[in-house]
């Protein structure tokens, strides 16, 4: 099994317990401090995983959190010492898939580690069935409103606008949805 | 689907009337050019818009560099070579500028023609100005044709006063260059009357290839007899569209939709917006130039580039 990478982030520079204890359990280690090039760097090491030790997340590495989230998610376990509600909603929000206080104990790292990993898989499945459904419920929103032209335009009853629209689709050799589009996008260029 | 025109602009009277500003545009993936352009005004008289404007006619620019043109080293740039300017009249009174911009490849085949009445001949017409790209012994033909009224595609325009579309010219009787066309590998040509100033007349024309079209589709529509609503006279693509083809036998009503526009404001629009994603290699429509054939100040026409 391949070596997990792990990107460290820490306030301290000098060698702490949580570098120790993730070089002992023997993950691939990257250590450095936050700075504004946090994202290039993140794309061009491509870790497995992210780790903050930090007293509290910033607006800043939050914000920067968000935008990862966005453009390459990635599993992100924070240590930290601030346990305030709002920093801690704060942190839910930016995807963080642990967040933990105070708890910085060498024999859970791991398990923290791969509990971590195993949540953001399972968030990434229900994230990509939620964008899956939504996909789907916004080609029928578009087959429907697609319909509806046809049915305005050509005086044709549902069914008449439906084939008409599969017709058009076969012939194409594209997706009803994608036909949809057109007939909407051309419908747009009359309005 | 490549298509000739490469760039499509409308300049209207900014609010005084003294100058043209930007009104809509459709750039393709020509960002960098679009920037350049929508903060451009134009004088009267001034760069290619207002030049047409000045003139009172069509314009061609065959070549931008030390030319009044206002944009050169953009259109360098963005690969921009030749420019056509039509202003649009009602009487006195200019409505808007089009102009088309084009690039210059090898791979282009097609021709943009403006043709003016000869004062020397009458009932004639002849080539005033013209972009051939690489078709230099066709551009050598149509420079030395006078064509009457009646006859080829210019003539016939300038007799009906309509647009007139040949979407087969290897076939057409009327077309009169025809084996030369052929040899230039010009497939299709619509003429279009652009202004009509007494003892004047000026139409365009813009032959193209089946490999580089004018646009993707083009469209007549006129008219009905009750001068009530428009109807779609002639639709042409080089691939049959049946989509396009549904949409033309819908009646338009004056104000209504944007052709309805065009026929209540005698302005030209632009349509659909394809700037973020748009692929000229898919026959799928998804913007449209509409632009007004005005006669004494009445509407006799839409013509309707789709792209």
Same mark, same amino acid.
């Given at each position: 099994?391949?070596?997990?990478?792990?990107?460290?982030?820490?306030?301290?520079?000098?060698?702490?317990?949580?570098?120790?204890?993730?070089?002992?359990?023997?993950?691939?280690?990257?250590?450095?401090?936050?700075?504004?090039?946090?994202?290039?760097?993140?794309?061009?090491?491509?870790?497995?995983?992210?780790? /903050?030790?930090?007293?509290?997340?910033?607006?800043?590495?939050?914000?920067?959190?968000?935008?990862?989230?966005?453009?390459?998610?990635?599993?992100?376990?924070? /240590?930290?010492?601030?346990?305030?509600?709002?920093?801690?909603?704060?942190?839910?929000?930016?995807?963080?898939?642990?967040?933990?206080?105070?708890?910085?104990?060498?024999?859970?790292?791991?398990?923290?580690?791969?509990?971590?990993?195993?949540? /953001?898989?399972?968030?990434?499945?229900?994230?990509?069935?939620? *964008?899956?459904?939504?996909?789907?419920?916004?080609?029928?929103?578009?087959?429907?409103?697609? $319909?509806?032209?046809?049915?305005?335009?050509?005086? /044709?009853?549902?069914?008449?606008?439906?084939?008409?629209?599969?017709?058009?689709?076969?012939?194409?050799?594209?997706?009803?949805?994608?036909?949809?589009?057109?007939?909407?996008?051309?419908? *747009?260029?009359? $309005? | 689907?490549?298509?000739?025109?490469?760039?499509?602009?409308?300049?209207?009277?900014?609010?005084?009337?003294?100058?043209?500003?930007?009104?809509?545009?459709?750039?393709?993936?020509?960002?960098?050019?679009?920037?350049?352009?929508?903060?451009?005004?134009?004088?009267?008289?001034?760069?290619?818009?207002?030049?047409?404007?000045?003139?009172?006619?069509?314009?061609?620019?065959?070549?931008?560099?030390?030319?009044?043109?206002?944009?050169?080293?953009?259109?360098?740039?963005?690969?921009?070579?030749?420019?056509?300017?039509?202003?649009?009249?009602?009487?006195?009174?200019?409505?808007?500028?089009?102009?088309?911009?084009?690039?210059?490849?090898?791979?282009?085949?097609?021709?943009?023609?403006?043709?003016?009445?000869?004062?020397?001949?009458?009932?004639?017409?002849?080539?005033?100005?013209?972009?051939?790209?690489?078709?230099?012994?066709?551009?050598?033909?149509?420079?030395?044709?006078?064509?009457?009224?009646?006859?080829?595609?210019?003539?016939?325009?300038?007799?009906?006063?309509?647009?007139?579309?040949?979407?087969?010219?290897?076939?057409?009787?009327?077309?009169?260059?025809?084996?030369?066309?052929?040899?230039?590998?010009?497939?299709?040509?619509?003429?279009?009357?652009?202004?009509?100033?007494?003892?004047?007349?000026?139409?365009?024309?813009?032959?193209?290839?089946?490999?580089?079209?004018?646009?993707?589709?083009?469209?007549?529509?006129?008219?009905?007899?009750?001068?009530?609503?428009?109807?779609?006279?002639?639709?042409?693509?080089?691939?049959?569209?049946?989509?396009?083809?549904?949409?033309?036998?819908?009646?338009?009503?004056?104000?209504?939709?944007?052709?309805?526009?065009?026929?209540?404001?005698?302005?030209?629009?632009?349509?659909?917006?394809?700037?973020?994603?748009?692929?000229?290699?898919?026959?799928?429509?998804?913007?449209?130039?509409?632009?007004?054939?005005?006669?004494?100040?009445?509407?006799?026409?839409?013509?309707?580039?789709?792209?």
């Amino acid at each position: 099994m391949n070596r997990i990478n792990v990107l460290l982030i820490e306030h301290d520079i000098s060698k702490t317990l949580l570098e120790n204890s993730l070089q002992a359990s023997g993950f691939e280690l990257l250590k450095t401090q936050y700075s504004p090039t946090f994202l290039s760097l993140i794309k061009e090491i491509s870790p497995d995983i992210i780790i /903050f030790n930090l007293d509290t997340p910033s607006k800043k590495l939050l914000a920067d959190l968000q935008t990862l989230n966005i453009q390459s998610p990635l599993p992100v376990v924070m /240590f930290a010492t601030d346990g305030n509600v709002d920093t801690i909603n704060q942190a839910i929000k930016a995807e963080v898939s642990a967040f933990i206080v105070d708890g910085l104990e060498h024999n859970r790292i791991k398990s923290i580690i791969n509990v971590a990993i195993a949540r /953001f898989k399972h968030q990434q499945c229900l994230n990509n069935a939620l *964008e899956e459904a939504r996909a789907k419920l916004e080609g029928r929103k578009q087959i429907d409103r697609a $319909k509806a032209i046809l049915i305005k335009t050509q005086n /044709f009853t549902e069914d008449e606008a439906y084939h008409t629209l599969r017709k058009l689709a076969m012939n194409r050799n594209i997706s009803l949805g994608e036909m949809a589009k057109n007939v909407i996008v051309m419908s *747009e260029l009359f $309005k | 689907m490549k298509t000739f025109i490469k760039v499509t602009e409308i300049w209207i009277p900014d609010k005084d009337r003294t100058q043209l500003e930007f009104g809509s545009g459709l750039y393709g993936g020509l960002i960098d050019f679009k920037e350049a352009s929508e903060q451009q005004l134009f004088a009267y008289n001034e760069g290619l818009p207002g030049k047409a404007w000045a003139a009172g006619h069509p314009i061609v620019l065959t070549k931008f560099e030390h030319s009044y043109f206002k944009r050169t080293a953009a259109a360098k740039k963005a690969g921009l070579t030749c420019g056509i300017a039509i202003p649009i009249f009602s009487g006195d009174f200019l409505m808007a500028v089009v102009v088309f911009l084009c690039g210059d490849d090898e791979h282009h085949a097609g021709a943009i023609e403006v043709w003016r009445t000869n004062p020397a001949l009458e009932n004639q017409l002849h080539v005033m100005d013209g972009y051939y790209g690489t078709l230099h012994r066709f551009e050598a033909i149509s420079r030395n044709i006078s064509v009457p009224k009646g006859q080829g595609l210019p003539g016939l325009a300038w007799q009906t006063g309509l647009p007139v579309l040949i979407d087969d010219i290897s076939k057409a009787e009327t077309f009169i260059r025809t084996s030369d066309a052929k040899q230039a590998g010009i497939s299709m040509g619509i003429g279009i009357p652009v202004s009509d100033n007494p003892g004047q007349t000026y139409i365009m024309t813009f032959l193209s290839a089946k490999a580089t079209p004018i646009a993707k589709r083009i469209q007549i529509w006129i008219p009905d007899a009750q001068g009530k609503q428009l109807i779609c006279q002639q639709g042409y693509s080089k691939n049959s569209n049946d989509l396009a083809k549904m949409f033309e036998t819908i009646t338009v009503n004056k104000g209504e939709g944007a052709l309805g526009r065009v026929w209540l404001t005698g302005v030209p629009v632009i349509t659909g917006d394809h700037e973020p994603d748009y692929n000229p290699e898919l026959d799928s429509l998804s913007s449209m130039l509409a632009i007004p054939v005005i006669e004494q100040g009445r509407l006799k026409a839409i013509v309707s580039f789709l792209f």
